[in-house]
C-alpha cells in the first residue's frame, strides 16, 4: 500500500499565476482533505471532499478550490497567487466512516516569488 | 468550537531524559484528540490518538498521553528520549460532528547528546 501520495513534490510560481496540486489517497480511503501549513505553523484546514463534493471549508478565499474524482483522488487548486500563498500544502485521506483513521501526505512545497 | 493549546514552542531535553509535552484542549463536545509527529521535511505521522476509551493511550516509539476531562489536558510523554525523538509534535482535536482536524502550534523538540 502506497499510502496518501502527492505531486509535486516542490512547485515554484510567480504571483498572479495558477496551480493545481494532485494527491491519490491511500487504498479503501473515499474521504480526502486539505491543509496548509505555513513556516513554523501548525495546519490549516482548506476544505473536505466526499463522494466529489465539496463537504466543509475551512477560512479560506475563493481562489482555493478543489476537485474529487471518481476513483477518490483529489486536485487542490489555487488562483491569483500571492507571496502568503507560500506554504506546504498536506492531503489528508480517510474511510468516511472512521472519523480517527486520518492518514496524511508527504505534502506539496509551494513557493511564491 | 474547538481548539488546542501547546503550551512550549520549544522544549530541549538530554537524551535518556524524559519528555513532556503539554496540551490544553477546548471542545463543546466529547473530542478525539491526537498527536502527531512531523520530521524535517516529512509529512505528518500519527504517533497516538484518544477517541473515548482508555484515558492513558499508548502510542508508538514508547510515547503515551493521558486524557484529564477534568484538566482539559492530553499531555504527550516518554520517560527516555533518543535523538531521533527531534522533530515538532502537534496536538490535534475533532469531534464526531466537524469533519476537521484542528491542530496547535506545535512543540519543537531538540534533544541534546
Known amino acids: 500500500d502506497a499510502g496518501v501520495t502527492q505531486s509535486p513534490t516542490h512547485l515554484i510560481k510567480t504571483r498572479g499565476q495558477q496551480v493545481t496540486l494532485r494527491c491519490s489517497p491511500k487504498s479503501g480511503h473515499d474521504t480526502v482533505s486539505w491543509y496548509q501549513q505555513a513556516l513554523g505553523q501548525g495546519p490549516q484546514f482548506i476544505f473536505q471532499?466526499?463522494?466529489?463534493?465539496?463537504?466543509q471549508r475551512g477560512n479560506f478565499p475563493d481562489r482555493f478550490s478543489g476537485h474529487q474524482f471518481p476513483n477518490y483522488s483529489s486536485e487542490l487548486n489555487v488562483n491569483a497567487l500571492l507571496l502568503g500563498d507560500s506554504a506546504l500544502y498536506l492531503c489528508?485521506?480517510?474511510?468516511?466512516?472512521?472519523?480517527?483513521?486520518?492518514?496524511f501526505g508527504p505534502g506539496t512545497r509551494l513557493t511564491v516569488l | 468550537a474547538q481548539s488546542v493549546t501547546q503550551l512550549d514552542s520549544h522544549v530541549s531535553v538530554s537524551e535518556g531524559t524524559p519528555v513532556l509535552l503539554r496540551c490544553n484542549y477546548s471542545?463543546?463536545?466529547?473530542?478525539?484528540l491526537f498527536w502527531y509527529v512531523q520530521h524535517p521535511n516529512k509529512g505528518l505521522q500519527l504517533l497516538l490518538k484518544y477517541t473515548s476509551a482508555a484515558t492513558l493511550v499508548k502510542g508508538i516509539n514508547g510515547f503515551e498521553a493521558e486524557f484529564k476531562k477534568s484538566e482539559t489536558s492530553f499531555h504527550l510523554t516518554k520517560p527516555s528520549a533518543h535523538m531521533s525523538d527531534a522533530a515538532e509534535y502537534f496536538c490535534v482535536v475533532s469531534h464526531l460532528n466537524d469533519y476537521k482536524l484542528s491542530f496547535g502550534a506545535g512543540t519543537t523538540v531538540t534533544v541534546r547528546a
Open positions: 489528508a485521506s480517510r474511510p468516511d466512516r472512521n472519523y480517527n483513521e486520518q492518514f
Open positions: 471532499y466526499y463522494e466529489e463534493e465539496e463537504r
Open positions: 471542545s463543546s463536545y466529547s473530542p478525539s
